[in-house]
């Protein structure tokens, strides 16, 4: 059973689009909410994260939207790049549990 | 990378046999991790560890045992290799806290199980 469900599974966008990722989840014990970052043949970097305490954080072009009560969280990327295509991928976690989501190969046309 | 590094960077061996990971940090971090990565399942979390020989199994462990006899090494051996374990295995480590922490992955060890 997949504890985050991410969608969509892929999503190509044209260069300063705003591609938007979606993920929920159904365990409210969750309080920590990543996302992360991959290139080929590298392994994920974080990118942005949030506590469950905020509905938004913004850093720089990336920008995570929660809505507590649907149990749904967001990355938006304003005015997308080509170096943004990469796979990304939101997790939660609690404690000792720690899920990703399957994750979404992002491509920014030129 | 974040001063982790895993080796072998690819390995192919038969079914049956023993393999061995090895993850080696220069970050002096606490805590270490295990996932492997296959199409349409993201990372799953396979072992990982909060200190010197305490370690504690994640969501995919069968299979798998790990061993961390000093903080910058974490070791993890498939038992008995099987074509199932044909993934991408990532390492990870993180400093304050286990998981609700940012965790700072290694390159990856292709491993091919025939």
């Known amino acids: 059973q997949q504890q985050v469900k991410q969608s969509p599974q892929s999503l190509i966008v044209q260069k300063g689009g705003i591609p938007i990722i979606n993920c929920a989840y159904e365990n409210t014990a969750f309080d920590y909410f990543p996302w992360y970052q991959q290139f080929p043949g590298k392994g994920p970097a974080l990118l942005i994260a949030i506590r469950p305490d905020v509905s938004e954080k913004k850093e720089g072009r990336f920008t995570i939207s929660f809505n507590k009560s649907a149990k749904q969280f967001s990355l938006h990327i304003m005015d997308s790049q080509p170096g943004d295509s990469a796979t990304y991928f939101c997790a939660a976690a609690h404690g000792n549990q720690f899920y990703f989501g399957t994750g979404t190969s992002l491509t920014v046309i030129p | 990378d974040a001063g982790i590094t895993q080796s072998p960077r690819h390995k192919v061996t038969e079914t049956g046999t023993p393999v061995t990971l090895r993850c080696h940090q220069t970050e002096n971090h606490r805590y270490m991790y295990w996932y492997r990565q296959d199409p349409g399942h993201g990372l799953r979390l396979i072992h990982y560890s909060y200190g010197v020989k305490d370690t504690d199994k994640g969501e995919v462990s069968d299979g798998y045992s790990v061993s961390r006899s000093k903080t910058e090494d974490f070791l993890l051996t498939l038992e008995s290799a099987t074509s199932s374990q044909t993934s991408v295995y990532f390492c990870?480590?993180?400093?304050?806290?286990?998981?609700?922490?940012?965790?700072?992955f290694g390159p990856g060890t292709r491993l091919t199980v025939l």
């Open positions: 990870a480590i993180s400093f304050q806290r286990a998981f609700t922490d940012t965790q700072y």
